[in-house]
């Protein structure tokens, strides 16, 4: 069974430097830890992609297009389609002061952050320490590597809900999918996240990629529950529309006792009105007894 570019498979790989062999990813445990990279906060196991979506290095997921399920592969990515060529531009001079006023002391190797003027934060690499001066190498630590993948895509995902938790579990893999309900149509999808524990600016950010993925598969109507308008909205807004519905509530709450009241009320003057009949005939009858005896 090939696969074709919009499927949701279950991919396995691994990422080597091919000068090296060094191994840079995995999503094999085992592999990981003999690799020196594993990582307690990893995820592995297959992981979900849809096949075209940028899910993965854009070199590598050009060439997952047609592949088999099943079957492994090499495959190749060229540095300009893998974490692109070395730009010498993107190594800059500082002095070491700079750092010891930020408090690092600095020696090749060190990856350290440095922010711009601009307030930019850029994450680099000390290439040397020498007369003063510390040059800091900001290309991607893999530029201007060719790159060697072993992959094989372990299964190609066909029943519509399955799907849309694939791509849940990519994007918000902390969620527990049980507790996610979620409906399907022919070109709409409704996700409801409101029984989720989760941080609520991870689960904006993580609705409006999903959004994206899940028109990428097909879908032309996504809707999510809670809206990211609703978890956008401030606390204190919020706030005003508890209030605004607990005076409702109240005004109806008094609405109905109101009525209650109104209902005992009338009660209450019928058995008047009625006790007052029953004394006036009481009344007219004796006095048309006395009327009787004085004949």
Do not use: C, W
Request: net charge negative; no cysteine.
């Amino acid at each position: 069974m090939k696969v074709a570019k919009g499927d949701v498979v279950r991919l396995h790989y691994i990422g080597k430097v091919k000068e090296t062999g060094e191994i840079f990813d995995t999503t094999y445990e085992e592999v990981a830890k003999e690799a020196g990279i594993y990582s307690e906060k990893g995820i592995y196991g297959p992981v979900p992609i849809a096949i075209g979506a940028g899910h993965v290095l854009k070199g590598l997921d050009d060439q997952l297009e047609g592949l088999e399920v099943g079957k492994k592969y090499i495959i190749e990515v060229p540095p300009e389609k893998a974490f692109g060529r070395r730009d010498p531009k993107l190594i800059k001079t500082f002095t070491l002061g700079q750092f010891r006023r930020q408090g690092i002391m600095p020696f090749p190797g060190l990856e350290v952050e440095i922010e711009t003027e601009s307030g930019k934060k850029l994450k680099g690499r000390v290439l040397s320490v020498s007369s003063g001066r510390v040059r800091v190498d900001f290309n991607h630590p893999l530029a201007g590597k060719t790159i060697v993948y072993e992959v094989e895509i372990v299964e190609k995902i066909e029943d519509p809900i399955e799907k849309v938790k694939a791509l849940i579990e990519l994007r918000l893999p902390m969620v527990d999918l049980s507790k996610v309900q979620i409906e399907v149509g022919e070109k709409d999808v409704k996700v409801d996240f409101s029984d989720v524990e989760i941080d609520k600016n991870t689960l904006i950010l993580g609705e409006i990629i999903l959004e994206s993925d899940l028109k990428f598969i097909g879908y032309e109507q996504v809707e999510f529950k809670p809206t990211i308008d609703e978890l956008l909205k401030p606390p204190e807004v919020k706030v005003e529309e508890e209030i605004e519905e607990e005076v409702k509530e109240q005004e109806i709450k008094e609405e109905k006792e109101e009525k209650v009241e109104t209902e005992e009320t009338k009660e209450e003057t019928e058995e008047i009105a009625e006790t007052v009949n029953e004394k006036t005939e009481e009344v007219k009858a004796k006095e048309g007894v006395k009327e009787e005896a004085k004949e």
